[in-house]
């Protein structure tokens, strides 16, 4: 079914989506969004979301199963505390995507902003994964529990690093794949930095196939640059810190 | 770890004409201060470990065993005390943070201590609580700004739609505190017992256990920076939502439980791998503005589809007033305040001891701010930090607060003798511990027993002094600050307080 965002305050809309799902509604396309915050908020089911337009901020937060696909820009929060579902933005979006998230997988085709994959976190069968096909800012994967963040750095500029500073700053769990180079100073302390093993860049393969897919990418172009592995030297970076 | 040069802090006597050499302190004691010699046959005592809980003088059956204060002294000084030197001595051997648990343990004033209360003499007299109708209730969220009526065939109704409300039977909930911080068997007691008494318990930043979703009318879930165990069913299960910006123990500070406390049952519940640290950062990283915080408020909101009132929770600090006046604007139904008092699991010593306000005056500063700029009905305000009776209770309510948050007193309540050890996770009361083996000494039967009958004898209280003042409804109390007198403050805390000095008239 279609719902036309256009006027529409996002409490009004998002209640319409609510309806939309709980009337049973498999797949649902906004029209005309123009900045309407939390869409996708707090929704279940096996239902597709269309955007067409940009969704405001905290678009997918706490969601838990649903697809989300933006045909334009995101802003930021992106499934924050998201637990389930997916979010592909083909454009691209603002900070602290997938703060907190469990489970589920955010694609970005293009760049991002600050703060990107802050505290994701993995438990038993939930993995959450968010690959950023250009930049990111500082901050990335800051806290980072669990998971996986990806940053390919597609179609950028020879003078642009591929991430900001103080990546993986508190990064306790998880792993980053940068395609790209990093100089020492842009790492958090508390973060290690390898090159992939053959088994690595096999499981690798496996989550960019489905994101190019979405992006009518080819995996073996995005595999013809060198990735480097970021991981945590500690899953206890804090300890020691105490006295009796 | 280095030889320990810090003297010990309890001594323990053992009447050895009394013990029967029974041996239930050897076993009982998680911090192996009791040890028995059979060629001897006697049981002895290492005070170096103890840590003052008293667990093992009230079980010993015979009374044989007495926990004292070291009488050993260092040379007085003003400024080097005994607490001071320990202290150093600690870090000189450590190179660490000075740890603690509970509130706030410095003598800064208490200003409940400084606070009368006023009773009906002559006119307006005087109400049985015990005879006459008295009303404890209260409604906890957003209150409109006016009430719209209508009539129709049926007669009069209100047009307006009203937010909810969370219901509570007496003006005292009990404050959040994890799963992973206390027992399941603690959690459990609380739970039950804020069923049992109509009020409400709040989960900390744990997560909710799965056998405890039973009790999600009695909850307020809370949601915190680490984002522990929240999600769809977690925040559906309770009856509000709490974000949890501050804590009084710990302003500015974020929590860390550390990974040998995340167990199988407290992974599950935290949703985060057994063995790993759970780092709950100081700031939420997507709220940097009060707009953000709104954000956060209305991200709730929505993915509860507007059924659960959602409060804000900070620590009392200096500028409270206008950060509550923020909180209340971005939307907050209530918002609670914890003041220097309040109590942690865990928390640096410096930390707790040194920062934020006494709640006394947060809670006169923000009802006296929201009242100023007309939006005191928005939301409501729930003070915690310290609350020791029910007269600090009724004064706070008098000062402008809704209800009232209690922790520390619920936990004495349990069996807590606030020894200010939870941190190490030994607690012999088996409240603050995971070890099964301490755990399964709190039974949560008793533990909702003693809680409701805290709550009951708490509200019995206040009946009566409510009574006493001519009041038969709590809400006609709410920030009527006219019935409270100052003693022994100075101009400047009675007027940041709003109340009269003792011996003036209205």
């Not at chain 2, 640290?277 to 408020?297: F, G, N, T, V």
């Not at chain 2, 006046?325 to 220097?340: E, L, N, T």
């Not at chain 2, 003693?487 to 709003?498: A, E, I, N, S």
Request: proline share 4%; aromatic share 6%.
């Amino acid at each position: 079914m279609k719902i036309d965002a256009n006027g529409l305050y996002y409490k009004d809309l998002n209640e319409k989506i609510y309806q939309a799902v709980v009337s049973g509604k498999r797949e649902i396309v906004l029209e005309n969004v123009n900045g309407q915050r939390y869409i996708g908020g707090g929704l279940r089911g096996d239902v597709k979301v269309v955007i067409n337009g940009v969704p405001g901020n905290d678009l997918a937060s706490f969601m838990d199963g649903p697809t989300i696909i933006v045909k334009s820009n995101g802003q930021d929060g992106i499934g924050n505390t998201m637990n389930a579902g997916r979010v592909v933005v083909y454009g691209d979006a603002g900070d602290i995507i997938g703060y907190s998230m469990r489970g589920g997988r955010i694609y970005i085709k293009g760049d991002v902003g600050y703060r990107v994959g802050i505290h994701m976190k993995s438990y038993k069968g939930s993995y959450p994964v968010v690959i950023i096909g250009g930049c990111a800012r500082d901050f990335l994967g800051e806290y980072m529990a669990g998971g996986l963040l990806i940053i390919l750095g597609l179609n950028r500029g020879d003078d642009l690093p591929i991430v900001g500073n103080y990546v993986g700053t508190g990064m306790h769990g998880g792993l980053i794949y940068i395609r790209g180079e990093l100089e020492d100073y842009q790492l958090g302390k508390e973060v290690g930095i390898e090159e992939p093993s053959s088994e690595d860049l096999e499981q690798l393969e496996g989550y960019l196939e489905e994101y190019c897919n979405y992006f009518g990418l080819n995996v073996e172009d995005v595999q013809q640059k060198p990735f480097l592995k970021l991981y945590p030297r500690s899953h206890r970076p804090y300890g020691r810190l105490y006295a009796y | 770890m280095a030889k320990k040069t810090v003297p010990s802090e309890f001594i323990i006597e053992r009447d050895d004409e009394k013990c029967i050499t029974c041996q239930v302190c050897c076993r009982m004691c998680s911090n192996d201060v009791h040890t028995y010699d059979p060629e001897l046959d006697e049981v002895n005592s290492d005070s170096t470990k103890c840590v003052g809980c008293h667990f093992c003088e009230m079980l010993c059956p015979t009374g044989a065993i007495t926990v004292k204060r070291n009488p050993s002294e260092f040379k007085i000084n003003a400024n080097w005390t005994a607490r001071v030197i320990n202290d150093i001595t600690k870090q000189a051997e450590t190179g660490g943070v000075l740890l603690t648990g509970m509130g706030c343990d410095r003598p800064y004033p208490i200003y409940w201590d400084h606070i009368l209360l006023n009773a009906s003499q002559v006119t307006n007299p005087s109400i049985d609580p015990l005879r006459e109708p008295m009303e404890l209730r209260t409604y906890l969220g957003r209150k409109p700004d006016r009430i719209e009526l209508e009539s129709s065939d049926d007669g009069p109704g209100i047009k307006t739609q009203l937010g909810t409300q969370l219901k509570l039977e007496t003006p005292i909930l009990f404050s959040a505190m994890s799963y992973g911080s206390i027992s399941l068997n603690a959690c459990i007691s609380l739970a039950r017992a804020a069923t049992e008494a109509g009020t409400l318990y709040n989960t900390g930043e744990g997560g909710l256990h799965r056998d405890l979703y039973k009790y999600g009318q009695n909850t307020i879930v809370q949601v915190a920076s680490g984002r522990f165990g929240v999600h769809k069913e977690y925040l559906e299960a309770g009856a509000a939502i709490e974000i949890k910006i501050g804590q009084g123990a710990k302003p500015g500070i974020g929590g860390h439980l550390p990974g040998e406390k995340v167990s199988e049952e407290i992974s599950q519940t935290r949703m985060i791998p057994e063995g790993t640290d759970a780092l709950s950062p100081a700031p939420h990283h997507d709220i940097y503005s009060i707009e953000d915080l709104r954000q956060l408020i209305f991200a709730l909101k929505e993915a509860t589809r507007y059924r659960k009132p959602v409060g804000v929770k900070i620590a009392a600090v200096h500028n409270v007033a206008p950060i509550a006046s923020g909180i209340v604007r971005a939307g907050a139904d209530f918002v609670a305040i914890d003041g220097i008092r309040g109590g942690t699991g865990a928390a640096p010593t410096v930390i707790r001891d040194n920062v934020g306000i006494p709640i006394e005056l947060a809670i006169a500063a923000v009802d006296s701010r929201l009242r100023e700029e007309g939006i005191r009905n928005q939301a409501s305000i729930i003070a915690g930090g310290g609350f020791r009776n029910s007269s600090d209770v009724i004064k706070a309510i008098a000062l402008g607060a809704d209800a009232v948050y209690i922790a520390t007193a619920a936990l004495v309540a349990m069996g807590c003798h606030v020894c200010q050890k939870c941190y190490t996770g030994k607690c012999n009361w088996g409240i603050a511990t995971q070890d099964p083996y301490l755990t399964k000494r709190l039974n949560p039967e008793i533990g909702t027993r003693r809680l409701v009958n805290l709550l009951r004898a708490w509200s019995l209280e206040i009946k009566e002094m409510l009574g006493g003042m001519g009041i038969n409804a709590i809400e006609s109390l709410r920030g009527n600050r006219e019935q409270l007198r100052g003693v022994g403050l100075t101009d400047t805390d009675l007027k940041l307080l709003g109340i009269k000095p003792a011996g003036e008239a209205w």
